[in-house]
């Protein structure tokens, strides 16, 4: 009866470490954070590329040009390699990656780099 006892408590104590191995496991590897670079490639163009701290790309995440006064001047989604290209508007505007709740960046006009 002793040695059931004991056993009992290994397999409860073992199921309890995998538990907790396995959430803390699922935590980071479910973590990550979206990124956003955009660059002019001349005057007139302006090239971002999206994806998330993990690596992993964002192809046909919304990436939208957006107006100071909120208007979407260009309405965009990431192509398949993970980047959009697009003119530069003539009226102040930000870029608006956006991949879900908690999963935002905005990048300003004068955040963007020159060629």
């Not at 963007?112 to 060629?115: F, K, Q, R, W």
């Given at each position: 009866?002793?040695?059931?006892?004991?056993?009992?408590?290994?397999?409860?104590?073992?199921?309890?470490?995998?538990?907790?191995?396995?959430?803390?496991?699922?935590?980071?590897?479910?973590?990550?954070?979206?990124?956003?670079?955009?660059?002019?490639?001349?005057?007139?163009?302006?090239?971002?590329?999206?994806?998330?701290?993990?690596?992993?790309?964002?192809?046909?995440?919304?990436?939208?040009?957006?107006?100071?006064?909120?208007?979407?001047?260009?309405?965009?989604?990431?192509?398949?390699?993970?980047?959009?290209?697009?003119?530069?508007?003539?009226?102040?505007?930000?870029?608006?990656?956006?991949?879900?709740?908690?999963?935002?960046v905005e990048i300003d006009q004068a955040d963007?780099?020159?060629?």
């Open positions: 009866m002793i040695r059931a006892v004991s056993t009992l408590r290994l397999r409860h104590l073992g199921a309890s470490v995998l538990l907790v191995l396995g959430a803390g496991l699922s935590t980071s590897a479910l973590a990550h954070n979206p990124m956003c670079e955009c660059k002019a490639i001349d005057a007139e163009q302006i090239r971002c590329t999206g994806g998330f701290s993990d690596g992993s790309g964002a192809p046909g995440v919304t990436l939208d040009v957006i107006g100071y006064d909120e208007t979407i001047l260009v309405p965009g989604k990431l192509g398949d390699d993970s980047t959009l290209t697009f003119k530069k508007p003539s009226a102040e505007f930000y870029v608006l990656f956006d991949a879900g709740p908690g999963h935002v963007i780099e020159a060629p």
